[in-house]
C-alpha cells in the first residue's frame, strides 16, 4: 500500500523555524517527484514546493521562497521542509504529496493526511 | 489572489450532469488536474492530463477543456460525489504550480 505519513508539526512562535518529515513507502521513492502543499483551515490548496526525483530541480512558491528548503534523501525515502522566519500566515496543515512523475509536473498523486503547523505567540 | 478561479459553489439533482469550470491565461498553454476533497480528509486526483483518470476513479468523471477553461464533468452524479473541488496547473510563466480557490459541490 502506497503510503506518506508526515511529521513535524507543531506550534511554533513568529521567527522560529520547524522541519517538517514525509515517510514514504510502498512505492519506489527515487521513481518520483514530490511536493509540499498546504491548506489554511476552512480554506483552500497551496502548492509550498516540489523538488524532482534526484534533486536537480526545485521549485517554491513566492510566499515562501528564500524562507523555506525542500529536500530529499532517497536512501531514507523520506521528504523534508526546512520552514525558516516563520510567519502567522504560514500557519497551516502541511500535506506530503507524490507526483506521477519524475520531474515536478503538478500531478499529485497521493497525498498523505498532513501535519498541523501553527505560527502564533 | 490564484490565477486558476473556479465558481466558489455549484449544486446538482441527484443523476443530473454538473460541469465544474476552471478558467485561467495559463489553460492555454498547460493541462489542469482535478482534485476532490471531502470533509476531514486529504484530496483525491481524479482526472489528470486532458482527460485521464486515475485507477479506481469512477467514469462518471471526465475532464476537457477549451481555450483558457478547463471543465470537470460528473456526468450522472451520486451523493457520494457532493466535496470540493480543485483544479490545479501551471501559472503563466510556466514555473509554479498553482490551484484554483475550489468549487463546493452539492448534490440536491
Known amino acids: 500500500e502506497v503510503q506518506l505519513v508526515e511529521s513535524g508539526g507543531g506550534l511554533v512562535q513568529p521567527g522560529r523555524s520547524l522541519r517538517l518529515s514525509c515517510a514514504a513507502s510502498?512505492?519506489?521513492?527515487?521513481?518520483?517527484?514530490m511536493h509540499w502543499v498546504r491548506q489554511t483551515p476552512g480554506k483552500g490548496l497551496e502548492w509550498v514546493s516540489g523538488?524532482?526525483?534526484?534533486?536537480?530541480?526545485?521549485g517554491y512558491a513566492d510566499s515562501v521562497k528564500g524562507r523555506f528548503t525542500i529536500s530529499r534523501d532517497n536512501a531514507k525515502n523520506s521528504l523534508y521542509m526546512q520552514m525558516n522566519s516563520l510567519r502567522a500566515e504560514d500557519t497551516a496543515l502541511y500535506y506530503c504529496v507524490k507526483d506521477r512523475m519524475l520531474a515536478v509536473a503538478g500531478f499529485f498523486e497521493i497525498w498523505g493526511q498532513g501535519t498541523m503547523v501553527t505560527v502564533s505567540s | 489572489s490564484s490565477e486558476l478561479t473556479q465558481d466558489p459553489a455549484v449544486s446538482v439533482a441527484l443523476g443530473q450532469t454538473v460541469r465544474i469550470t476552471c478558467q485561467g491565461d495559463?489553460?492555454?498553454?498547460?493541462?489542469a488536474n482535478w482534485y476532490q476533497q471531502k470533509p476531514g480528509q486529504a484530496p483525491v486526483l481524479v482526472i489528470f492530463?486532458?482527460?485521464n483518470r486515475p485507477s479506481g476513479i469512477p467514469d462518471r468523471f471526465s475532464g476537457s477543456s477549451s481555450g483558457d477553461t478547463a471543465s470537470l464533468t460528473i456526468t450522472g452524479a451520486q451523493a457520494e460525489d457532493e466535496a470540493d473541488y480543485y483544479c490545479?496547473?501551471?501559472?503563466?510563466?510556466?514555473?509554479?504550480?498553482?490551484f484554483g480557490g475550489g468549487t463546493k459541490l452539492t448534490v440536491l
Open positions: 510502498g512505492f519506489t521513492f527515487d521513481n518520483y517527484a
Open positions: 490545479n496547473s501551471r501559472d503563466t510563466s510556466g514555473k509554479h504550480l498553482v
Open positions: 523538488i524532482n526525483w534526484n534533486s536537480g530541480t526545485i
Open positions: 495559463s489553460l492555454r498553454n498547460y493541462d
Open positions: 492530463g486532458k482527460n
